[in-house]
């Protein structure tokens, strides 16, 4: 009887010292510092823009945009300026002022470039470091023959042409 007690006594002090120092080496996993700033962040949702192409005094298109932000949680409650009417504004200067994209060669459009140039006037204009990063969900381009503006009404349906392809947007 002795010899189970004992036998008890000397399993319950190697588990109990076992689970002691497992718990005293055991370290929490090293977070990056990439996760703790997006644990930081906050999805800030675009709404659609349609930004007239003007040429020659005349509508010749539109860029059809949705563009989101990541900014630090609170942040966007906290801006004087809607941002809707800011990142509309930040378009045109970036798309109509700085002819950003040359439709006759999309495939030469700089997507880090814009994202880079929109991300830091939108910085500027908020007087801070609002804007971590730009995600755009849609950047196309419609010529005014395509819309309803032009003579090929209910003739044909015509899809714009895409600026930024699927894959780029969400890198």
């Not at 020659?56 to 941002?83: C, D, H, W």
Request: net charge negative; with cysteine.
């Amino acid at each position: 009887m002795i010899k189970l007690v004992l036998t008890g006594l000397w399993v319950c002090a190697v588990t109990l010292a076992s689970v002691y120092f497992s718990v005293q080496t055991a370290t929490a996993p090293a977070i990056s510092p990439d996760d703790a700033k997006r644990a930081q962040q906050e999805l800030v949702k675009g709404e659609s823009i349609n930004v007239p192409v003007i040429a020659n005094g005349q509508v010749t298109g539109y860029f059809l945009t949705r563009i989101s932000f990541m900014m630090e949680k609170g942040k966007a409650n906290t801006v004087q300026i809607p941002l809707p009417e800011l990142t509309t504004d930040e378009l045109f200067s970036l798309l109509i002022g700085n002819k950003a994209i040359d439709i006759a060669h999309t495939e030469s459009f700089d997507v880090a470039a814009f994202r880079s140039d929109l991300k830091k006037g939108m910085n500027e204009r908020l007087g801070g470091d609002y804007v971590a990063d730009v995600l755009i969900e849609q950047l196309d381009y419609l010529s005014k023959e395509e819309t309803h503006g032009g003579e090929t009404v209910g003739k044909k349906t015509v899809k714009p042409v895409k600026i930024v392809p699927e894959t780029a947007t969400a890198e």
